[in-house]
């Protein structure tokens, strides 16, 4: 182990401390721990190499990829179709092939209990050194708060887990047994509280850093997951009304219109550090670090490899309400079919490309800033003799695009990756308070400070605990959208297998009504919908399985080969 920390902390160092001090000093492959908890800039760099390891998006094969350029998770879920076969969103998971052996990506076990170790690593070298006491307390509040997220993030996908705590030796028990998940819980509630109470408010600490905020919000989160609803009510609630909020608010709280609705939630996620309503973020700087979200989601005629790989459901779309806040099966809501991208919901327009979306900040390979979805058109939508750069359904991913990236994107992306920002501390609020009191007052305000922010009317009065549970779902699935949270809301909610098993689910076929294709000397495009017939279709090649035991994921089969005292999930024996 403690070779390993040199090993892993030399390339840090290597960019951080080359002066002339540093250089004097001993080879770096000759240090002992007990040097590196001797130094504070060595330390430090351990501790940095540990915060590294925290998610930038969705894990995938190659971690390096940031948001997740094999897919994301919302590739698995309702909200969209990974178009190809390759990915293992679809040649796994999809299928109902996730197996001990091969987990399609969604393995976090490994990197998980490797972080974790080096954790309890620093922990106990910092502790024995001679470093001052506000040094040796910054630097464990923050490695806490690294271990906390990953048990979090482990006992939400595997329940029951392994609870080490402390820097094993061969003397100790190094097979250890799964704990209950409700002493991992309580475990992360307590280490998240006494990194919060040390840790730097995000007034006070640069774009990224770890800070008091990110502590409570992340707790606020795994409380609502175990459905501890009062902790997670009064956690939440401390980013809210209390003292602990800081500078925290809604970006672009209260627009004039759903244009300037629209515009602040796009600009919201073209951050690159800093923003009002982020309160945990990883940062990118290219070259030396940068992710491929927008070389593998950008439309198909805007770049000039991949892209296209995230296609939006018809499910989803649906799912967006009109812009008077009635959803578009409600008679009285103005939705048309024939005319079904007009009055939306402002978040819809800002985050999904539909037929006529304007994307004219770089111009395409042909020099046309419109998405064109039109059925074999041979542009971005879908048909049977288009290639394999199309949409499967007829849309594509907006939320997230950098236009300011130019033309064919390659690995260069430089946008933050908002893991928690204050619009879901709102949401966690109404749930767990509706779950706990019912619709108070209080939930009304925390889901109508979201519906003001896109320019949409306040919920109706007078709806019931259930009713009221349906509109948080509803509103955590259009504001939240692509952010990773539906898989894991959907098990949850215990609603994966209704929502997901046997399921396939549908894109848009847009055709034109009466006017003739470009081959016969019609307009290159269409998109007046008085000239198109727009037909939902089923998306077979892309249906759905979600086997029961997907409720939770396997633990690795070499980690079961390995400890004898570690059992499996059901259904993966």
Known sequence: MKKYIIYLILGMVLTSACDDEFLDREPIDQLASSSVFSDEALTQAFLNSIIGQLPSGQYSRAREDGFGRAYLLASITDEARAKSGWVDANDVIRTGNMRPTNMGGLDIWERAYQTIRQVAEILAGVEASSFDAAFKSEISAQARFVRAWFYFDLVRRYGDVPLITVAQSLEDDIFPSRTPAAEVYQFVFDELNAADAILPNKSEAGAGALTKQAAIAVNARAMLFAKRYADAVALADRLITGPDGDI????GANPANGAEAMANYTNLFLSEGGNVETIHEILFLPPEKAHAFDQGNWPVRWRNDNGGQTDPTQELVDAFEMENGLPITDGASGYDPNDPYTGRDSRFYASIFHHGSEFSEVAPSRGEPFIDMEWNAFNEGPGPIRDGNASVTGYMIRKFIDPSLGFGPARIGKTSWQEIR????????????????????????????????????????????????????????????????????????????????????????????????????????????????????????????????????????????????????????
């Open 422 to 573: 204050f619009a879901e501390i709102l949401l966690i609020y109404a749930e767990a308070e509706n779950e706990e009191n019912g619709p108070s007052a209080k939930v009304y305000d925390a889901i109508n400070r979201i519906r003001t922010r896109a320019a949409l009317p306040n919920l109706p009065a007078g709806l019931s605990q259930d009713e009221m549970r349906s509109a948080i779902r509803q509103e955590r699935r259009v504001e939240l959208v692509f952010e990773n949270h539906r898989w894991f809301d959907l098990i949850r909610w215990d609603e994966a297998i209704n929502v997901l098993d046997n399921k396939t689910f549908n894109g848009i076929r847009i055709d034109r009504n009466g006017v003739p294709t470009a081959g016969d000397g019609g307009p290159t495009h269409v998109f007046d919908p008085a000239q198109l017939i727009f037909t939902p279709f089923e998306v077979t090649t892309h249906s759905n399985i979600f086997p029961a035991r997907y409720m939770l994921q396997p633990i690795p089969q070499g980690d079961i080969d390995a400890n004898v005292n570690l059992t499996q999930n059901p259904g993966y024996e």
């Open 248 to 251: 925290l608010e809604l970006y």
